[in-house]
């Protein structure tokens, strides 16, 4: 009887670890696959003119005012140089939230909320010429872009 229970024991330790290493863990710090590989022009568009709504056509959810989670996220914010949140972001259906970093002292800066509510910055990677997004680890001034060219993608788009 005791070999029996030490098989029995073994092959669910055994069963047990071959679950484990073989089920995919959904992590927390994993990003969304909207910004893996290269960025779809519509996240472009958000991230270097502030419009959500190519994202939204492409993604679903809903465009809403970026002032609560401008509160929530001001810690990825360059406070000190008055950066903020572009007036819009957009909800998607699946939780993730989507909203340029207004363009004062980068161009092309977005923050993500996924849908576990883990904020980042993230870089389209626009004005690198690659579109592969990647999380901003230091705020890297690229001079902005003007005001007048922001007013006319507003205009026209």
Same mark, same amino acid.
């Given at each position: 009887m005791k070999h029996s229970q030490t098989f029995n024991q073994s092959t669910i330790t055994m069963m047990t670890a071959l679950a484990l290493a073989v089920a995919a863990p959904a992590y927390a710090n994993e990003l969304p696959a909207t910004v893996m590989g290269t960025a779809s022009e519509a996240l472009v568009t958000l991230a270097t003119t502030g419009n959500? #709504?190519?994202?939204?056509?492409?993604?679903?959810?809903? !465009?809403?005012?970026?002032? #609560?989670?401008?509160?929530? !996220?001001?810690?990825?914010?360059?406070?000190?140089?008055?950066?903020h949140l572009a007036p819009k972001a957009l909800v998607t259906p699946t939780g993730e939230t989507y909203a340029m970093v207004a363009p004062t002292i980068t161009k092309d800066n977005f923050i993500l909320v996924d849908s576990e509510g883990q904020a980042r910055r993230m870089d389209v990677g626009d004005s690198e010429g690659h579109h592969m997004p990647f999380v901003v680890k230091e705020i890297v001034e690229d001079g902005g872009t003007p005001w007048y060219v922001e007013f006319w993608h507003w205009i026209t788009g």
């Amino acid at each position: 009887m005791k070999h029996s229970q030490t098989f029995n024991q073994s092959t669910i330790t055994m069963m047990t670890a071959l679950a484990l290493a073989v089920a995919a863990p959904a992590y927390a710090n994993e990003l969304p696959a909207t910004v893996m590989g290269t960025a779809s022009e519509a996240l472009v568009t958000l991230a270097t003119t502030g419009n959500p #709504d190519p994202l939204q056509a492409e993604l679903g959810g809903t !465009v809403m005012s970026s002032e #609560d989670l401008q509160k929530k !996220v001001g810690n990825l914010l360059n406070l000190e140089k008055q950066e903020h949140l572009a007036p819009k972001a957009l909800v998607t259906p699946t939780g993730e939230t989507y909203a340029m970093v207004a363009p004062t002292i980068t161009k092309d800066n977005f923050i993500l909320v996924d849908s576990e509510g883990q904020a980042r910055r993230m870089d389209v990677g626009d004005s690198e010429g690659h579109h592969m997004p990647f999380v901003v680890k230091e705020i890297v001034e690229d001079g902005g872009t003007p005001w007048y060219v922001e007013f006319w993608h507003w205009i026209t788009g």
